[in-house]
């Protein structure tokens, strides 16, 4: 069976890090807990279509691990990325949250190359937690439509499953 996985979070959450680790830890008990050690684990860091059809024509009994970005879902709904291979194989969709404590993700942006620092003063605590939301409703909005949660993950400091995620409808 082929499942396609979103690894959803907001920048600095680590969604490639998460990515590579659990290619690099196939039997690991985080890997155990989704159910994903018994397949082949198949990372794509950026999102293509046309790479994504051809896993899926190719490939038996995979979980294919796609690095989300914003414009992956942007703010048009039914014409994002996620729904268009929802539409192709409507079974196989699953989302994986990454959540990291605030304070954490804060410093994790500063380090990455890309972070502007002269806007560090717009960027506030209210900002990144209104960021948040956007992102959770996004999730949200899947869910209702047939996605599945395979988790949501604290990935401050490690991986550990939430037991009781807020994203579950």
């Given at each position: 069976m082929i499942k396609i996985v979103w690894v959803i979070g907001q920048s600095a959450a680590g969604k490639e890090t998460f990515i590579k680790y659990a290619v690099d830890n196939p039997d690991s008990e985080l890997i155990r807990q989704l159910k994903y050690n018994?397949?082949?684990?198949?990372?794509?860091?950026?999102?293509?279509?046309?790479e994504v059809l051809n896993l899926i024509s190719k490939e038996t009994n995979a979980v294919i691990?796609?690095?989300?970005?914003?414009?992956?879902?942007?703010?048009?709904?039914?014409?994002?990325?996620?729904?268009e291979l929802k539409a192709i194989i409507?079974?196989?969709?699953?989302?994986?949250?990454?959540?990291?404590?605030?304070?954490?993700?804060?410093?994790?942006l500063f380090k990455k190359p890309w972070f502007d620092k002269n806007e560090a003063a717009n960027f506030t605590q209210e900002k990144m937690n209104n960021v948040v939301e956007i992102m959770r409703n996004n999730i949200r909005k899947y869910l209702s439509i047939g996605f599945a949660?395979?988790?949501?993950?604290?990935?401050?400091?490690?991986?550990?499953i939430i037991e009781h995620s807020l994203l579950k409808i």
């Amino acid at each position: 069976m082929i499942k396609i996985v979103w690894v959803i979070g907001q920048s600095a959450a680590g969604k490639e890090t998460f990515i590579k680790y659990a290619v690099d830890n196939p039997d690991s008990e985080l890997i155990r807990q989704l159910k994903y050690n018994n397949s082949k684990i198949i990372p794509l860091l950026d999102y293509k279509k046309d790479e994504v059809l051809n896993l899926i024509s190719k490939e038996t009994n995979a979980v294919i691990l796609i690095k989300w970005q914003h414009y992956n879902t942007g703010y048009d709904f039914a014409k994002s990325d996620l729904s268009e291979l929802k539409a192709i194989i409507p079974t196989a969709n699953e989302i994986i949250c990454l959540s990291v404590e605030s304070d954490t993700l804060y410093a994790r942006l500063f380090k990455k190359p890309w972070f502007d620092k002269n806007e560090a003063a717009n960027f506030t605590q209210e900002k990144m937690n209104n960021v948040v939301e956007i992102m959770r409703n996004n999730i949200r909005k899947y869910l209702s439509i047939g996605f599945a949660l395979a988790a949501e993950i604290d990935a401050t400091d490690g991986y550990k499953i939430i037991e009781h995620s807020l994203l579950k409808i």
